[in-house]
């Protein structure tokens, strides 16, 4: 094994990924997304006029769908082998990008 390349650990055999409507109920669930709504989207909608309200909306639901979709992409294409040289780049590359 390379130096500093992580360990694939095998899941237990009574492990199972959620099914779909799980994983739905917990994005619904996240607050992530409503707190955003309430304090920066809220003045948004409020003071803005109609066509910069829907604006906003429109562009930050488009924002977040589009994320969701890139990082489900991402972890759909790296999935199978972790330890791949692709996948650590994108990991700094992301982990980077939040610092």
Do not use: C, K
Not at 14 to 32: I, Q, S
Not at 37 to 66: C, K, M, N, Q
Not at 90 to 96: A, E, V
């Amino acid at each position: 094994m390379a130096r500093g390349a992580a360990r694939r650990v095998p899941l237990h055999p009574e492990e199972r990924p959620l099914p779909w409507a799980a994983r739905r109920e917990a994005r619904l669930l996240n607050p992530g997304p409503y707190l955003f709504g309430f304090t920066v989207g809220g003045s948004h909608l409020i003071r803005g006029s109609d066509t910069e309200s829907t604006v906003f909306v429109v562009t930050a639901i488009g924002a977040l769908i589009a994320s969701e979709v890139a990082v489900a992409v991402l972890a759909a294409r790296f999935f199978p082998s972790p330890e791949s040289r692709g996948y650590l780049v994108t990991m700094r590359f992301l982990g980077g990008a939040l610092a």
